[in-house]
């Protein structure tokens, strides 16, 4: 990394200036404003430096799932800036050049869908699935197949309509009232599952969704709103059966099933997409964080043609087609680095990384698992793994929050910044979790798992 920084004059001035008048995004404020927040001025492959000149290897992608090539990546910065100065913006009721091209290259990854609609962020992504199954019900059902059904522990995003479709009580909690005609069925945590070693659980958690959608009534149910890999909830991979089961319950009523991919997409797990680890097919699937690997602002939500179609009709019919837009949906920086991370992933053979590495992570995990009590259960696919921690194995009860705060606090002291279940629910923030880009190596991840190690060890003593 370039070593020229600013000088301590300068740093403390953009430290008190981010004091003053920056807003942090999920953090307690008081601390810093006693304090000095932390500043990021730079990045190459996993590691980035702070404002101060120190070095941390990046667990967790930028935070939050997103900078899946890593950092430092020039010839996508390149793209941006080349199409920026060429045609920075037009509103996506045009068309733009990178636009065609990255939608062409994204559905021939994606058997069985067709079209893709542009917008900025993944909350916004999922908000226009919610709309296309409201206006499919006004148009088709006399507005009577509205009702969205969604998964405890899942996160859809940060808006009110996405809360009211998240499953973690404390990310929602003060925000209501929320949207009506969201409904809530169990989550498919086979760990925390009275009868999670059954073989057939896959099967049984999935037939919640049916009980749920018979006692709302089928005839009220548009679709069904899932994470392949619930994220946020605690990293949880599906039980073998499960979304075959949710697949023949939807086909069965007549529920479109869409697939909220922002944090699974784009490689994370192995393949391009985590559904595509399962037997299922969506009808509608959202994309963001990795879709640019956070070089540009750029989310997708992609259909199937039979479900563009119902949006088709006479030009007279003047309010029969979707009626949406979103303002930076008309970025063409956005598909320009979506076109060029696409490139990257398929030239460096990232997903072979991901699955070789991942492989590795996972071993390394379970090696802290038999070293460790408080180490319960470990999980996940490919580069998105989590490990959460108990105070008892047999009864399984959750570390207090503060446990997991200090192990990731202490890591964070080594140089190694992983992530953590973090306001999510009432007693399972006890989750620590692993997602660093794609283009990780078996250094980079015994450097990751030595730093949970040794703040376990203290933890331990």
Known sequence: MNRAIETPADAAAIVDSDRAYVWHHLSQQKPMQEGAPMVIVEGEGLRVRDINGKEYLDAVSGGVWTVNVGYGRTSIANAVRDQLEKMCY????AGNIPGAKFADQLIDKMPGLNRVYFSNSGSEANEKGF??????????????????????????????????????????????????????FPHCMAYRAENGDDPDYGVQAAKELERVILEEGPDSVGSVILEPITAGGGVI????????????????????????????????TGKWFGYQHYNVKPDIVTMAKGVASGYAAISCTVTT????????ADPSD????????????????GPAAALENMRIIEQENLLDNVNRMGDYMMDKLHELKDKYEMVGDVRGKGLFLGAELVKDRVTKEP???????????????????IGRTNRS?????????????????????????????????????
């Open 318 to 333: 003047k309010m029969h087609f979707f009626r949406d837009i979103s303002t930076f949906g008309g970025c063409a920086g």
């Open 131 to 184: 709309k296309l199954v409201r206006q499919l019900a006004a148009l088709k059902n006399d507005g009577k197949k509205h009702k969205i059904i969604y998964r405890d522990r899942d996160y859809h995003g940060t808006t009110i309509t996405a809360l009211s479709a998240t499953g973690q009580i404390q990310r929602k909690d003060q925000y209501g009232p929320y949207t009506p005609g969201f409904v809530e």
């Open 305 to 312: 043609e039979d479900l563009f179609d119902e949006f088709l």
């Open 237 to 268: 991979p599906p039980p073998e059966g499960y979304f075959e089961t949710v697949q023949e319950i939807c086909t069965k009523y007549g529920v479109l099933i869409h697939m909220d991919e922002v944090v699974c997409g784009m490689g994370r």
């Open 90 to 93: 037009f509103a996506n009721s």
């Open 399 to 417: 570390v207090d929050e503060s446990v997991a705060a200090a192990v990731a606090a202490d890591c964070l002291q080594q140089g190694v910044m």
């Open 425 to 461: 629910f009432h007693e399972f923030n006890n989750t620590l979790c692993l997602s660093p880009a794609l283009i990780c190596t078996k250094d980079d991840i015994d450097q990751i798992v030595g730093s949970i190690d040794n703040a376990l060890a203290k933890i331990a003593a």
